[in-house]
């Protein structure tokens, strides 16, 4: 195809869909006048909201559309947050006007329907900040429509999902970052490569702290609530089983339900985990054994996930991984033979202390240098190189995560096979391994 013929076909698509004619610069290509990523942001909760101020402060990115399914309301993490679709279209618009850029660039596209956002030639990418239950349906979808992906962790609801993603991610080309921000955290790589170098010795245990449950589940005896106007509550259970409407289910709730969310276990450990597997050199795998060590589940209520986390997994290296419930002043201790170091929201601490000053060598192994994991995925966008955590990686910090919860859900040791991603013999375990859709979603 011309130039000529590329500029006409995306012209007619966007009379189609009465969008703006701003042409990405996929389509134009290095030379473009303009390198700008084209951004829509699909969910802005608490979460969608920082992700997306994050990217507004990138000089080469534009943020045209958002999607969501709540209009605008309280109730997210914090009493005082007024978020939703209108909020997130205005903190846009109102960012490029103080810009003082042209009116085609202030009115930015809002829809309840994510497909609306996938089916517009002038998206290059998308940030998907949503409930678990629907990042494998929005990520896979996207990568067959071409456009790369910022997936919020942990990467899927379920294992099996997040090998689809994997798959379609390498199927159709495109790239993803998954949001584990820890990798584009100076401190926390600098505590993988201390461990990395053998500067603790040899590596014997890790210990992850996820944090503890941060809202209080409804009355036993809760009753169903009318939908709030405003908010499409059939479409943000989606594929997820119906269940009757109740405020302390959706928005920043969710993640204490398993049919949404993997609880803290996947909140939290998402990024304490993923910094084990960074730091034991098996972010490509993971571990062969996984055993419950006393994780408490509410026997009844509204909410479902674990209320007190604590697992044990084994890696075919020998090395052990706690993951416990705990304060969140550390994300990850690293314990070897020669000393030890962790790391986290409150600060770094090793011993011996001299590990502190430690400098690598140019022999020495080193894990990247990204300092913004949002500038990191836009560089990797126009390199179309990996990012700092790409969806194979996402997938298998996840998938640690997902181990945890079902072995604390069956009370038992199982044995994983990292290659085949199978428990071995155990049809009971296998079956947690996936989730049946409510139609007509599917992937």
């Known amino acids: 195809m011309t130039r000529r013929s590329v500029l006409k076909s995306v012209m007619t698509l966007g009379a189609a869909y009465a969008i703006p004619t701003i042409i990405p610069a996929s389509v134009l290509g290095a030379n473009a006048p303009s390198k700008r990523i084209v951004l829509a942001m699909i969910g802005t909760g608490n979460q969608g909201t920082n992700n997306l101020k994050g990217f507004l402060q990138l000089p080469d990115v534009y943020v045209r559309a958002v999607c969501d399914v709540n209009r605008a309301s309280y109730g997210y993490k914090t009493a005082d947050q007024y978020l939703g679709r209108e909020p997130a279209q205005q903190i846009i618009d109102d960012f490029y006007s103080s810009m003082n850029l042209n009116a085609s660039i202030r009115n930015c596209f809002a829809c309840t329907d994510y497909r609306e956002i996938l089916a517009r030639p002038d998206i290059d990418a998308v940030v998907i900040t949503v409930p678990d239950h629907w990042h494998a349906v929005m990520a896979v979808a996207a990568a067959r429509a071409g456009k790369d992906i910022y997936c919020e962790k942990p990467l899927a609801l379920t294992i099996s ?3 689809r993603i994997v798959e379609a991610v390498r199927l159709h080309g495109v790239v993803l970052q998954t949001g584990s921000h820890e990798r584009s955290n100076r401190q926390s790589r600098f505590a993988c490569e201390l461990v990395r170098n053998g500067c603790i010795g040899r590596l ?9 449950n941060n809202k209080t589940a409804p009355a036993r005896d809760w ?7 405003g908010f499409e509550y059939d479409r943000w259970l989606g594929p997820a089983p119906y269940a009757p409407y109740h405020p302390d289910r959706c928005l920043y709730n969710f993640r204490f339900n398993l049919d949404y969310s993997g609880g803290q276990t996947t909140n939290y450990g998402a990024h304490s985990i993923d910094l084990a597997q960074w730091g034991n050199d098996t972010e490509r795998t993971g571990p062969i054994e996984v055993e419950d ?16 986390i604590h697992f044990r997994a084994l890696y075919a290296n020998n090395v052990e991984l706690i993951c416990k419930t705990g304060p969140e002043d550390v994300q990850i201790r690293f314990e070897g033979d020669r000393g030890w170091v962790q790391t986290g929201y409150r600060g770094f601490s090793c011993w011996p202390e001299n590990l502190q000053t430690a400098v690598f060598g140019p022999d020495d192994i080193r894990l990247g240098d990204s300092a913004n994991h949002y500038r990191d995925f836009i560089d990797a966008v126009k390199s179309r190189g990996i990012p700092a955590a790409p969806a194979e990686i996402g997938h298998r910090s996840a998938t640690v995560c997902h181990l945890g919860n079902i072995a604390m859900l069956l009370k038992c040791k199982l044995r994983w096979d990292p290659d085949r991603e199978r428990f071995d013999n155990d049809d009971q375990a296998n079956r947690l391994l996936s989730k049946p859709y409510r139609a007509p979603w599917r992937i």
Do not use: N
Not at 223 to 229: E, G, I, L
């Open 161 to 163: 999902e997040g090998r």
């Open 293 to 308: 060590l006393g994780g408490e589940f509410p026997s009844d209520g509204l909410f479902t996930a674990p209320t007190k």
């Open 223 to 229: 009753t169903p609530q009318p939908v709030p106007d």
């Open 204 to 212: 014997r245990r890790m210990i992850a702290i996820v944090g503890p």
